[in-house]
């Protein structure tokens, strides 16, 4: 039997959730025996591979760059997982939204900054207006919560996942 | 002297106190029905809607907060209407403030996390509004974070009814409607408060809160407020 | 001024009223409710004043409230004693001299009359006006008030409400000094209930019943409530039952009161009816000077007070408890009930509240009795009910029909239909809480049930009549933004339920909605509905739930096609031009560019859109005309004059080589794909082109010689010249596209060679098979059908045409057989069985046809053709009709009467529709519908056969050429999708940079027609029967557009 293809992303979120993605202990065995983890933090790969068969999620999408990515990641794979709060509800890095992007900018890049008084513009990516969970841009087929979702959650998904079922988490983790 | 009825709830028959409320007398059978704007002692306003449940022969769902039991009631509390609904209440909820939970006083001692677990809730369907709303740190004891506001209006309740200084109002309508202290006053500026801290006892989210306490670290007692409440007849 | 307390300072004060009613001199009364002040009754009213004063005339000058035809308004009431009471309608200060003139010389305006009224049953009274004047119409037999009934208005309109003594003299206050001496309440609770008088604030609950409730209740202090609160948008009943008769609601209250053992009364009315509040002020005034209202109601020792409170403007505060809250002091939202206020009402106390129109019904019901009652509406929901009628219909204004009158009345009959001629669509009911109701379910009764069965309300009686002109996903989101908007807030499926069907309703209206949301809103409408806290929340998923339901058609194509046909949604259309063509041209782009003096340009901005610019630039229906903003200055841009213009100009042009060879530049590269279409007619020849232009190998088959279907088999050369034809299938040739000629198909070749030899293959064989009328007499020679005619003359083949020609039809087909026929030397009478507003045939070419000489006759529809010893016709007979019923289309239904209209002739030519013969394709896999056509998707036109495209008069039946040619250009759009996978459409279509700015001072000129030759001159020849526009009244017409497709961010 081929190994399924499994890839990780990090949008806008604390690496959290792949921390706790690390915590679930001896499952990652039976992981790496069934799957090749074929892009995400954890490895090296640069190009998000054609066909993959589930990516993880992490993080809110809150700039061009993330949700140009979120679209071609969804484009190439089977399932889609939003993996911990930022992703499903957009948490934390939503707490921006309701200040204009130009006014944030200057409060962090002018008003609070002790040297080049201005908002960067080269090499980093434009803010979206609002700082939006996954499903709110492309079709989501699971739902993690948690901040960071449980070791045990993640390593139910994952195992249910491997085995070919969706894994039902209805009442099983906490909201919120 | 109030007397003994019986009444159906998910097919078990119940005894349940003539004139008591569907709900009050469900949880005294101990049967779950989901609520949030219900506080036992307070009035019932019938705002959360979670409460809602079929009785046998009427064509619409009521709420069981502000129905009063009837001998010989058929009542159902659970079935597939009423669980997509109450989700999607719950998922409104969510969407309408800013519940970033992860950075609240009262994570994982919420009525509305604990709600929303139990009922299933694993994402919110709706785009989340992002509305800018005050928070409110005037008062020397206590504060007021209106992005966790589910406007249950427990507060206003339970300060006019129980402590009876009616330093809590909601204004405005729909969306808009906001919780308010006396006429737009900052809480701290407040001339009837007697800094009780009933209404924060109250509040089922982190929207009143304490100073001083950290993530995660306010929990909330609002069994003696039902009780006082109870004892002094306020709402039977 | 007296109190009245018993029979004879009773009738001293009606026999006072009646004397100002009825005058020993001439009355005038001016209706002045806020309907006739806004239309001008004040300045008429100072006029008559004015000139009375001046003039010293003995005529009285009164005013009163409102007879209900707002569409007529100022109305004004004249009367010469002995004579019947006039309503005159639109009367302007300027009409003053003249009625006093008039009526000085003991004469009626007549020429200024809307109606006469001989006498009045004011049910509570009657007034005898007079006789005579038998040239102006009863009131009830001007179609607005044909099957009105007056009892909730019964006064309105012909007393003064300000004068408490013309009330009295009409019978005002007899049901109250009745009640009173009989001291009955039980019995007059009884009558209620009997009578079955329910609600008319919308849930029609049983009135009786409730007031038992309070009658019973056992305590000191009771309640009762009048809701004037009325905040529908587009209704106003309430309003004018105050502002017309302030008295009758007062008695309605009063023995309300006196029944339930109330003794307090209060008036919660909308602050934003000033008129209505100091009417309403000044009556109980009045009822309590005369004692009619107070400690000791006429002189019987019963005491009631009746106070008023006007509400702030809160939609909420119309439901009972938010009105309750509100009156205590508090923020009005609602409380559940239980308790209901019966029990437990304002301030705790046992409370009673009706609408306005219930309390109007009670004195009518004591004075005549239950059973009177209940002879009118239907046996669930007596009585009559007071509707606004308003929106796209001729006549507005307040209707009190009975319960269960078909919808339909209200809209045809009563309304008049459309004021544009455009089909109604759909009826809002009950205001924004209320639901849509489709044109095809006009049948329905309207009463409490049969409308909630539709998913609508009664509601306070807002009646919005729509057309083809309203988007329902617009009128939609219309009413959930004012709900939303007037939502209380406290309860959470309304709240934040209807903030996000907004949101979604938005995204849908900006074409930005997807499939998954139409699921999401009628989850979220269903749970709304379900479980919020009041009839607010309850009901306002009504317009969302019943636009999905009746025309999720639109919603679809919100979705999927970004089109809003009604042109409302301003994001998915470019202009209202543009969105009406059905090949969505570019118009303002080609009419800046010809501004601009860019020809050229001009020409490719229009070949690109549309293939066929000089023939459709003569024979398009042009849709756009009647959607041209400028019509509302003076009259439309002639766009498809301006079209010809362009195309005649480059095809008549030495540049033609050259232009072709720019748009051949435009072509994409060579794909290698195949495509095989099926019809060398407009649609198959748009389609081939886009599909070459787009890189694709394309061939044509067509069973004829030559390109070009109907346009050069069916159209008269008169109409279309030859060489204006084959100069654009040269262009389109030119660009690569190849023709097989004279192979049908699946004649020559079946679908299944296509099939193997083609990528994709799109059908768009046309409508060649005559429809037959099945009457005695069709198989005498003579008798024949209009297209095969018409293609004989254009393949000029020898027609045998008698002298006498009757062509029977009434469109297009029609009207060319016809002109055509005139063309040959013969005398031409066209038969249409309905009347000629109804013609599908273009205006233009009916008037046309009449200037050559060709004779009509409508409502004539064909009985037999008679023929002669040599089977020969010789002349048609025809049942003359009138016109019945509106039927489903929203025309008038022909009703055959006995007279019979014998026309001699010797040759019959029916024009009465054609259609496709389909034969060919029930072998070949193709799904047929019931109808007889091809099904497709409706979006990408793709048949039940993979690989197979069909559009045109194959899935619509008889049609005409640009919408033809629309689903010519989408199956190109939609076939290159599918053979390449991705969406090209835009990049084809070549920018231009042209002015994008409104312009400053947009030609003032009038529109120009295009030139006719002279009637009787162009009716002997076959050539062009009329002449484009020059370049200058082309450039001026270019001029005149205001462009509507520059949006503010534009410049």
Redesign the interface.
Known sequence: MSKAKVATVWLDGCSGCHMSLLDIDEVLIDVVQKADIVYGPLVDAQEFPEMVDVTLVEGAVSSQDDLRLIQKIRSRSKLLV?LG?CA?????P??R???PTKVLLERAYVQGADVNHRPPTDGVPTLLR?A??V??VVK?DI???G?PPKADAIAFVVTELLSGRKPE???K???? | MPSKISIRIDGELINAQSGASLLDAALAAGKFIPSLCHMKGLSSVGACRLCVVEVAGVGRLLPACTTPVQDGMNVTTQNDKLRRYRRTILELLFAERNHVCAVCVSNNHCELQALATRLGVTSVRFPYTFPRVAVDLSHRKFAQDQNRCILCTRCVRVCAEVEGAHVWNVVSRGVGSRLVCELNRNWGDSRNCTSCGKCVQSCPTGALAEKGFAVEEMTKRPEPISRLANLRGVHS | MTKITDLSTFNAVREAGMAKLLPPNPRIAVGMGTCGSGNGAEAVYHAFADAIGQRGLSITLARTGCFGFCAAEPLVNVWIPGKPLVILQRVQPNDVGFILDELSAGRVPAGLALCRVDEWDHITGHVKYGTGLQEIPLWNEVPFFKGQKKIVLRNCGLIDPTDIEEHLAVGGYQALYKVLIDSNPVSIVESIKLAKLRGRGGAGFQTGSKWEYLQRAKTGQKYLICNADEGDPGAYMNRNEIESDPHSLIEGMIIGGFVTGATEGIIYVRAEYPLAVHRLQAAIQQAEEYGLLGDNILGRGFKFHLQMVEGAGAFVCGEETALIRSLEGKAGRPTPRPPYPAESGLFGKPTNINNVETWYNVAPIVVKGPAWFAETGSPKSPGTKVFSLVGKVLNTGLVEMPLGTPLKTFVYDVGGGTTNGRAVKAVQTGGPSGGCIPQEMFDTPVDYESLAQLGSIMGSGGMVVMDEDNCMVDVARYFIEFTHSESCGKCIPCRVGLDKSLYYLNRITKGKGTEADLATLDDLSRMIRDTSLCGLGQTAPNPVLTTMRHFRHEFEDHIRASRCRAGVCEDLALSPCENSCPLHMNIPRFLQLLKEDRLEDAFVSVVMDNPLPASTGRVCQHPCDDRCRRSGIDSSVNMREVHRYIADSIYNSPRFPDVVARVATLRMAPTGKRCAVVGAGPTGLACAFYLRMLGHDVMVYDSNPNAGGMLRYALPDYRLPKEVLDREVELIRLMGVEFTFNAAVPAVISLNDLDQRYDAVFLAIGTWKESWVYLPGTELTGVIPALPFLEAVSKREKVPLGKRVIVIGGGNAAIDSARTALRLGSDVTILYRRERKDMPAIPEETEAAEAEGAKLAFLATPHRILGGADGRVSAIEAVRTTLGEYDASGRRRPIPTDEIVRYNCDTVILAVGESVDIDFAKASGLKIKENGLIEVDRFTLETSRPKFYAGGDLITGASNVSNAMGYGKKAARNIDKRLTGVKRWRELIPAFTYNMAVPAHPSDAARHHVGELDAEERARTFSEATVGLTTVEAMEEACRCLRCDVRNGDH
């Open positions: 939003s709060d499903v509800t957009s948490n934390v939503s707490m939204n309701n200040i609002h939006v969970p499903h709110e989501v739902h993690v919560p901040c988490l209805a009442g983790v906490k909201f919120g």
